[in-house]
């Protein structure tokens, strides 16, 4: 009796409440990273089954499936038309050991929200041979969520959500994981009881009372418009070649010389993710947004 319950409910259902889900269709898990590696361990048997992602995107889907021994199947966005998904190459290249499709939106670290109408139809597609794992660890940033939308029409969708990005709780490790019951109830099987610490979900309830979410709504406001802000007065300046669209709390800068860029930001105290590496973001480096103070910190740098 000195234990927790092994599954927090109250904190399960506080959050159903806060995503508009029922409580059956919502898993506590430590970060959506865990909810990534859940969905692989429960689709995908090692050695014979695999996944499919979309890079540029993000790395850990790739590496839970590796850590599982699951293949990868690679659809590349379509750089052409702004970082759009592949729907077609996607669907009509999915094979019978196919599992998961991984798709994030916004996308991380493009920034660009996909298009709700090629969610709907890679679902459509995907429908009884395939499960849709939308990853909107950045939706509070974007213009629309897509969560509802998604889960109201389809039983082969599950979304990962996170507490680390507009809420700035990172370090208390809270994601969660929603979809059909039936996933939510398989993938619950996997997870260990007493997964969730009890101080970790006492301090996401205080983060959503009433006037601790107007505080953190007024924060995610203001890195909207600060986004907007960084992107148009670092667009004119010399050396830049586009500002990629962003719907989430960074922005996607193309540059001709993109090692330079980095390099007067870090002597100025500031660290940038060089993605200039990636051949999917040729010339591109990732910035964070930050405070305004710290926004113009880079500028004064960069400038």
């Known amino acids: 009796n000195w234990y927790p319950e092994p599954r927090p409910v109250a904190l399960q259902h506080t959050l159903a409440a806060h995503y508009g889900v029922d409580a059956e269709q919502l898993l506590v898990t430590r970060g959506s990273s865990e909810a990534i590696d859940l969905l692989i361990r429960g689709f995908c048997r090692a050695g014979e089954d695999a996944v499919v992602i979309a890079p540029p995107t993000f790395g850990m889907y790739e590496v839970y499936a590796q850590l599982q021994g699951a293949a990868v199947r690679v659809v590349p ?25 991984f798709v994030c939106s916004p996308n991380n670290p493009t920034g660009n929200l996909l298009a709700d109408s090629d969610l709907v139809e890679l679902a459509e597609a995907l429908q009884g041979r395939g499960c849709v794992a939308l990853d909107a660890a950045y939706a509070e940033f974007a213009e629309r969520d897509q969560t509802r939308m998604l889960l109201d029409r389809f039983d082969n969708v599950v979304v990962l959500r996170t507490l680390s ?9 809270c994601g969660v994981l929603l979809g059909p019951a039936a996933i939510v109830s398989l993938l619950g099987c996997i997870l260990p009881p007493y997964s969730f610490p009890a101080p970790c979900a006492e301090a996401v309830a205080r983060c959503l009372e ?35 669209p962003s719907s989430a709390n960074f922005i996607l800068v193309e540059l001709r010389d993109p090692a330079r860029f980095v390099a007067r930001a870090r002597a100025a105290g500031i660290l940038l993710r060089d993605f200039s590496w990636d051949p999917y973001l040729p010339g591109c480096v990732r910035i964070t947004i930050g405070t305004p103070s ?6 004064n740098a960069v400038s």
């Open 77 to 101: 966005l379509q750089r052409e038309r702004g970082y759009a998904l592949d729907v077609a190459g996607i669907a009509e290249g999915w094979r019978e050991t196919d599992r998961i499709a």
């Open 165 to 173: 990005k507009a809420m700035a709780l990172a370090g208390v490790r």
């Open 210 to 244: 009433p006037d601790n979410k107007s505080e953190w709504r007024r924060r995610v406001q203001l890195i909207r418009s600060e986004r907007e802000r960084l992107a148009a007065a670092i667009a004119p300046l010399p050396g830049i070649i586009r500002i990629w």
């Open 294 to 299: 710290q926004n113009d910190q880079l500028l």
